[in-house]
């Protein structure tokens, strides 16, 4: 398996214009995270989704940041429209639910500056 | 007060000791414990898992568990320089399957 892949793997915008992030999960995970990672603040759960559905959206900073799960093999991110602030390294992660053991596996992140 | 807490570090010990992380929690009603690992401008891997109390062991690393004090620790044995990164802990409440809830991390360096 490829395990999780995102792209891109670097962006480079200016403040103002919409970005979109990519993510594509392993097969047959049923679960889907979005996390944000600063140095200030660390990793955050942006969004999750199970089989497609989004489940819990509250860390979304703000309505800019949009993210949808069209089906179980892709996720998208878009921030509209970008800020400085949200320059960040965002990872996005897949598991498959299981009683004892909830691994997540994180895709390479995309790092994303906003100029 | 978060959900887990962990010593920001940096933590520094020498080639050949044992390195130790610590992690408390606040959620009582939680079930799993993760330690990820994540190495400079790379994404978290999971190194080890536990769900009952006391210790477990995988090669140079046990992850210990007292639930009674919401502590989670990593102990590394014979810590090398690969050893240096942020570790990570997780933690799985039993009331939001799937979901993890990550500590800061914390950094330690393995001096040769």
């Known amino acids: 398996d490829a395990g999780v892949i995102q792209s891109p793997r670097h962006e480079v915008t200016e403040m103002g214009q919409e970005v979109t992030l990519r993510c594509k999960p392993i097969?047959?995970?049923?679960?889907l995270f979005w996390y944000r990672q600063t140095m200030m603040r660390g990793l955050e759960l942006l969004i999750y989704?199970?089989?497609?559905?989004?489940?819990?959206d509250s860390g979304m900073p703000e309505d800019r940041f949009s993210a949808k799960m069209p089906n179980a093999s892709f996720s998208t991110l878009k921030i509209q429209p970008s800020e400085p602030r949200d320059s960040a390294v965002y990872f996005c992660?897949?598991?498959?639910?299981?009683?004892?053991?909830?691994?997540?596996?994180f895709g390479p992140g995309t790092r994303l500056t906003v100029t | 007060q978060k959900e887990v807490e962990q010593n920001s570090g940096p933590l520094s010990v020498p080639e050949g000791a044992i390195a130790s992380l610590n992690c408390t929690y606040s959620?009582?009603?939680?079930?799993?414990f993760f330690w990820y690992r994540q190495y400079s401008g790379k994404s978290p891997e999971l190194i080890m898992f536990?769900?009952?109390?006391g210790d477990k062991e995988d090669g140079r690393f046990t992850a210990q568990l007292n639930k009674a004090s919401q502590y989670v620790s990593l102990l590394i044995r014979d810590s090398q320089p690969s050893d240096s990164a942020t570790y990570l802990c997780?933690?799985?409440?039993?009331?939001?399957?799937?979901?993890?809830?990550f500590g800061r991390g914390t950094q330690l360096t393995v001096w040769p």
């Open positions: 959620d009582r009603g939680s079930q799993s």
């Open positions: 989704f199970n089989n497609n559905v989004p489940i819990d």
């Open positions: 536990i769900y009952s109390n």
């Open positions: 097969s047959g995970h049923d679960y």
């Open positions: 992660a897949s598991s498959l639910l299981n009683i004892v053991s909830y691994e997540q596996y």
């Open positions: 997780a933690v799985n409440r039993g009331s939001t399957l799937g979901r993890l809830y």
